[in-house]
């Protein structure tokens, strides 16, 4: 196979109604590959020799022995004729010949996912393109397939009709086809394609023929000699002269000085490959300048020339003027009108300031009204205190000077508590959006992470899973998870002894279970955790825990996790499996402390932006990273990005992510693979 990674079969052979045997076609000199039987009833209607695109090939093991049967391009041994055959059913467990009990094999049933025909064309390897077109003029081309959808008769040049495969099996020109002048076209793309040894190219995506043009493909001696014979016959003729008494000589020098039209083909390409010689195409002007007749067409021509230029030009000052006039009718309209709102503008600007004269008088008249009630009730409620101070200061003269001290206990009533130590209740504060994005701003400053990164992994926190790699990578998850949930944020770490979600709950000083509890009693705050070292211990067992939990609602969705991957030391390989959960973030190594930047909590934005959602997938959509699925999901997170942030920049690190998925799923050599894969130490 070509470097595609396509599956190309073809079909060699029907065994009976419902079972075919396919070969697989490898490019180059390979040859047929490998050999199988399906059931596919598409396969099995195309016929013997049809090609067909797969995916997804399956085998299901029969318990029967393998059939012998002669198979294309395969040499069995000679059979006695006096043998007889069995005939059963591909589902029956039983051999298709008796021959076949002398042979140990399974056959197996291949299934296949997806399977759509192609088609294929001939270029030749082996002869020249002369050769080619003799051949088919002779109705003798041998091409190795049924259906050819186009023949290479030149370097480039394709042959997509005007050919019929005949009774013999080998194709030739239709009836209808002038082999002086045939219809080529050309391959305007790069299709994806495949090269056989028999000089088939097997297209594996649709190319795109350009418009047909006219030539003569036949060989340069052929067409030198048919305009060699009709000049020497055209010598003669002008030679004779014959009288003008003698009808019969009139006749034949009529004949003989008439050019035909295959004549004409002929003086036409013997004309253009003349031209291909330097020589011929220097020494012509020279020819051509001595010739008065040349001289006066070209003289004619180019009057003819600068009256056409003349009135072309007159054309387009004419267009041009009205366009012009057009475009000034439109500006003095918009002009006019400009001036009419301009009046209007007046208008309203000479009542506006009427009505705000009168709106501040009347509040100025309520705000004195306002202070004079209150400097009223102020006066008043001067003399009732010191009325009050009067009557308090006679009290205490009436009072005797000695008075017996007496302890006074109050009782507490039965069922309430102490509360002379218990905290005060602390309402945290919600950041705006001023306050987020003057955190994402320090964060990005401090860690060497761009603002669209740090955005990026705060949207998939309730999502997926981020986790930032590098040397300083925990202490970063850390600050993001102080920075966006407080200095009490919960941060947990792994090590080989905490394999399930379980364990890391149970951990006392992380703080899990608190921030678990939290983000259940207030689901519309975001609750950030941070899992350092995730390689340090088989961590296969608690991520695909947690995503599941909080995917099923077990674990609350304004959960947002960020976690950290070491470079260094003896760590544990991740598996494929749970790769695909995580989003990758490669770390700087100059990053910086960061400054306390904790500013009230966060929203929990959960779900998708309705205002946003067509912008996201216009913005994603502009990437090949993304399939139509993953283009949905990752539109729905992108749609939640806050105000004042890029959507383009934040895309770019969305399909950075797909890329690194597709990689895993294709099995290829993909980015941080030596940070995930065989770290064993």
């Not at 905490?498 to 207030?522: C, F, P, Q, Y």
Request: proline share 5%; hydrophobic share 40%; net charge negative.
């Amino acid at each position: 196979m070509s470097g595609s990674g396509k599956t190309v079969f073809q079909v060699v052979k029907i065994l009976n109604h419902s079972v075919a045997l396919v070969a697989e076609v490898r490019g180059g000199d390979s040859g047929i590959g490998r050999i199988r039987e399906t059931k596919e009833p598409r396969m099995v209607l195309g016929g013997v020799g049809s090609l067909w695109l797969v995916t997804g090939e399956k085998d299901e093991p029969k318990l029967v022995l393998e059939d012998l049967e002669e198979l294309p391009d395969v040499s069995l041994p000679m059979v006695s004729a006096l043998s007889s055959t069995i005939r059963a059913s591909s589902e029956f467990e039983l051999p298709a010949t008796v021959e076949a009990f002398n042979h140990a094999g399974q056959r197996k049933t291949t299934i296949f996912v997806t399977v759509t025909r192609i088609l294929a064309a001939y270029s030749a390897r082996d002869i020249t393109f002369n050769e080619v077109v003799l051949r088919l003029r002779e109705g003798k081309l041998d091409i190795p397939s049924r259906e050819i959808i186009a023949i290479e008769v030149a370097p480039g040049e394709w042959l997509t009709n005007q050919f019929v495969r005949l009774p013999s099996g080998c194709y030739g020109l239709s009836p209808s086809a002038n082999p002086r002048s045939l219809f080529v076209k050309t391959i305007e793309n790069k299709p994806d394609s495949m090269r056989l040894s028999s000089g088939l190219l097997v297209f594996l995506s649709a190319p795109r023929w350009s418009l047909a043009t006219e030539k003569d493909v036949r060989p340069e001696q052929e067409v030198l000699e048919s305009a060699e014979r009709w000049l020497g016959r055209s010598k003669l003729a002008a030679d004779r002269r014959p009288g003008d008494g003698d009808l019969i000589d009139l006749l034949r020098h009529h004949i003989e000085t008439t050019v035909n039209e295959d004549e004409k083909a002929d003086i036409s390409a013997a004309s253009r490959l003349l031209a291909k010689r330097q020589s011929i195409v220097d020494i012509m002007p020279q020819i051509l300048a001595k010739d008065p007749a040349f001289q006066k067409r070209v003289q004619e021509f180019e009057l003819q020339e600068q009256e056409r230029l003349k009135e072309e030009l007159r054309s387009k000052v004419k267009a041009e003027i009205e366009a012009q006039k057009a475009r000034l009718d439109e500006t003095r309209s918009k002009i006019a009108e400009a001036e009419t709102r301009l009046a209007l503008a007046g208008q309203r600007e000479l009542l506006l300031r009427n009505d705000a004269e009168k709106h501040d008088e009347a509040i100025k008249a309520r705000i004195a009204e306002a202070a004079s009630q209150l400097h009223g009730n102020a006066l008043v409620q001067g003399d009732h205190l010191r009325r009050e101070l009067d009557e308090l200061r006679d009290l205490v003269l009436q009072m005797p000077s000695t008075v017996p001290s007496v302890a006074i206990t109050s009782p507490t009533p039965e069922g309430s508590e102490d509360r002379s130590y218990a905290p005060a209740e602390v309402v945290v504060p919600r950041a705006d959006d001023d306050a987020r994005k003057s955190i994402i701003v320090g964060l990005a400053s401090a860690t060497g992470l761009t603002q669209a990164e740090i955005t990026a992994i705060v949207l998939k926190a309730t999502d997926e899973i981020p986790v930032l790699i590098g040397e300083r990578a925990a202490g970063i998850a850390a600050d993001i998870v102080a920075a966006i949930g407080g200095e009490e944020s919960a941060i947990a770490f792994c090590d080989p002894s905490r394999i399930s979600w379980h364990d890391l709950m149970h951990d006392e000083t992380s703080g899990l279970a608190a921030a678990v509890a939290k983000a259940k009693v207030n689901p519309d705050v975001l609750v950030p955790i941070a899992i350092c070292g995730i390689t340090n211990g088989p961590c296969e067992y608690w991520i695909p825990q947690f995503i599941e939990s909080r995917r099923a609602g077990r674990l609350p969705r304004n959960l947002a996790i960020i976690t950290s991957a070491g470079i260094d030391g003896s760590r544990v390989s991740v598996p494929d499996s749970v790769l695909r959960f995580l989003m990758p973030v490669e770390v700087p190594d100059n990053t910086k402390p960061v400054r306390r930047l904790f500013a009230g909590s966060w929203p929990a934005e959960l779900d998708a932006n309705r205002a946003n959602l067509a912008d996201a997938i216009d913005v994603l959509s502009q990437s090949e990273a993304f399939d139509n699925s993953a283009l949905q999901r990752a539109a729905k997170t992108l749609s939640r990005v806050p105000s004042g942030a890029s959507m383009a920049d934040v895309g770019k690190s969305f399909a950075r992510q797909s890329k690194w998925l597709t990689s895993i799923a294709a099995g290829g050599q993909f980015e941080f693979k030596n940070h995930f894969k065989n770290i064993e130490g």
